[in-house]
């Protein structure tokens, strides 16, 4: 008998039964369910069911991120609206407009723990694979199932291992090695599986490295996408945490669809053109193309590390695009507060915006005009993504968006930081 | 066995296209949904589409958001069957959980182009185009029983009373 896997273990415990493998079909019940922006939509599906109490509001999680503050009537309706429907069924946590992007938020929260499963009414919900959760999106219908009964059917994947090996070099990031992954194997390249990050190389990352990477896994078609947890994580859980847990392991044996190996020291800056998250090249095949509106955020790199590398980019620089940059959230803007990160980014002419989503989705905050182009550390660049169907994104790490908006064109941010080193050499 | 003609489209049809995100907090009605359905790839479809027309499409059809308007916006259009060479896996559910037919067949949409017509047969899990059959995989018991049920909101209003 071969071992298990992280997914059939953790979906195995979500759904009470001993033993689990890939293809069994099962009701799984999870530790927290949440949805943001679309949790108005959400209840109406639910009311239309005839259930009229939500199953465990104690678990349950809502954020306003996604078009925060509202930028219409309408908008400001379907806030209000949630606002009511949280006081009326008691939903245990509901985070402001402001407070930050529901994955972020979740986390920082410790609102779900190593081994736990967590579904989110959002694709990238697969965020969690960085706390050794099984996160996964679901759509607004299973939402309203969950609502009412407090679990879903889900059928267990198989899963795809990657081991991670070597450290990066200088200016490469868990974003480069996302979209080195996208490249590599394509949009669908885990598609219906459970992803499996493992290796040394992991404690070498920080923890805003880390959660960049199953974010991303999102785009792979990934259904969740697990990170082996450490002590550096259960730490960062112990203030906040309101329960025990046990992180789960795959064993050594456990079968594989697919096994592959990355050395990180092997990667450069890598670039996502448009209008597709794999359609991915090296950064220097494409330099000098030219940009007109630059964005750094989302739950994929609007961490404060990524705040941080933009700002040693712009330090003592001018932006010649706008620049628009949305901490992931009240934490993020307060640390980089408080460590004058934000002072900087805002000297080089930034501009900053209320913790949230962004024009990630097209609906606010840097919509950009027919005909421009975007370089953005988000995750997804689809034709009409930011809201204009006639309208250029590319994708890349913070560091080499606050070079592009310094230039006005896709640069390497290396060429800015040595220019600043011989700046800083001739004053001396 | 059914009769349907069909809308070809290609690989890796996003989510994004089928359903843009700036629609998602202001179109509530599905009839709303259904008339911006693939505006920005195919400006055609919502205004020619016929109830029990059919997709057929390439790899990952579906891929991205776990926005559900992206299927509600095609079965408001009369779209019951969705078949792709593969799909993104929230599609996916989101396809069985409103009561859309989603089948995998690969090879079919090559041979096919907008307009063409094909035959299901979903009691011998075959697909006839022109002279060829192809096989398609059968569900589980469990998507079945969803699909049969019309979606999940019917099988809980089946639990509440609300449908018999």
Same mark, same amino acid.
């Given at each position: ?35 943001? #922006? ?239 998250? #794999? ?12 940009? +007109? ?130 700046? +800083?050499?001739?004053?001396? | ?96 959980? +409103? ?57 809980? +209003? ?7």
């Amino acid at each position: 008998m071969s071992g298990l896997t992280f997914v059939e273990k953790a979906l195995a415990r979500a759904a009470g039964v001993a033993e689990a493998h890939a293809g069994d079909v099962l009701d799984v019940t999870p530790d927290l369910i949440f949805s943001h #922006d679309n949790s108005a939509a959400i209840r109406r599906i639910f009311l239309e069911t005839g259930f009229e109490r939500i199953a465990r509001p104690d678990r349950i999680a809502i954020t306003l991120d996604h078009a925060a503050p509202a930028p219409t009537t309408q908008h400001a309706q379907n806030h209000a609206e949630i606002r009511a429907w949280v006081r009326e069924q008691s939903i245990a946590h509901f985070f402001e407009v402001g407070r930050g992007i529901c994955h972020q938020v979740i986390s920082e929260e410790a609102l779900i723990l190593p081994g736990e499963v967590i579904l989110g009414a959002d694709s990238h919900s697969t965020h969690f694979g960085w706390l050794g959760a099984f996160g996964m999106g679901v759509g607004r219908t299973e939402m309203a199932a969950l609502w009412a009964t407090g679990q879903l059917w889900l059928q267990v994947p198989e899963s795809m291992r990657i081991t991670l090996t070597g450290q990066f070099q200088p200016g490469v990031t868990t974003k480069d090695l996302a979209l080195y992954i996208l490249g590599r194997w394509g949009a669908d390249g885990g598609q219906y599986r459970a992803l499996e990050f493992t290796g040394d190389a992991i404690r070498t990352l920080s923890l805003d490295q880390r959660a960049s990477l199953p974010n991303m896994m999102a785009e792979f078609g990934a259904m969740s996408a697990y990170m082996h947890p450490d002590q550096a994580i259960f730490d960062y859980l112990a203030s906040n945490q309101q329960r025990d847990y046990t992180p789960l392991y795959p064993d050594d044996d456990a079968i594989y669809s697919d096994d592959h190996t990355i050395d990180l020291s092997s990667l450069e800056p890598q670039i996502a053109l448009p209008h597709n998250p #794999d359609n991915v090249v090296t950064l220097s095949e494409v330099l000098g193309r030219p940009v +007109q509106q630059a964005f750094i955020g989302t739950c994929t790199n609007g961490r404060y590390e990524d705040l941080a590398a933009a700002a040693e980019v712009l330090r003592g620089q001018h932006v010649v695009v706008r620049t628009i940059i949305i901490p992931a959230s009240r934490d993020v803007l307060l640390r980089a507060t408080e460590t004058g990160v934000l002072q900087t980014l805002i000297e080089a002419g930034a501009t900053i915006n209320t913790p949230g989503c962004g024009p990630c989705m097209g609906n606010h905050l840097g919509i950009p005009a027919p005909e421009e182009a975007t370089i953005s550390t988000g995750n997804r660049n689809f034709r009409g993504r930011m809201g204009t169907r006639e309208s250029d994104i590319y994708l890349a790490n913070p560091a080499v968006v606050a070079a592009s908006a310094i230039t006005g064109q896709i640069t390497a941010p290396q060429t800015i930081l040595n220019n600043n080193a011989n700046l +800083q050499g001739a004053s001396l | 066995m059914s009769t349907h003609r069909v809308w070809v489209y290609g690989d890796h049809v996003n989510t994004d296209v089928i359903f843009p995100g700036k629609f998602t907090y202001t179109l509530k009605d599905p009839q709303a949904m259904a008339d911006v359905a693939l505006q920005d790839l195919d400006p055609t479809f919502a205004s020619e589409v016929q109830e029990g027309d059919v997709i057929v499409a390439g790899r990952n059809w579906g891929c991205g958001s776990s926005r559900e308007q992206a299927v509600t916006a095609l079965k408001y259009n009369g779209i019951r069957i969705i078949i792709a060479e593969s799909f993104g896996g929230l599609y996916f559910r989101n396809c069985i959980n +409103q009561g859309v037919h989603p089948i995998v067949c690969p090879g079919l949409v090559a041979h096919l182009q907008t307009g063409d017509t094909i035959e299901i047969d979903l009691e011998e899990n075959a697909i006839i185009a022109g002279n060829t059959v192809y096989r398609i995989p059968s569900l589980s018991s469990t998507v079945q029983a969803i699909l049969q049920a019309g979606g999940l909101v019917p099988m809980l +209003q089946r639990r509440t009373g609300r449908l018999a």
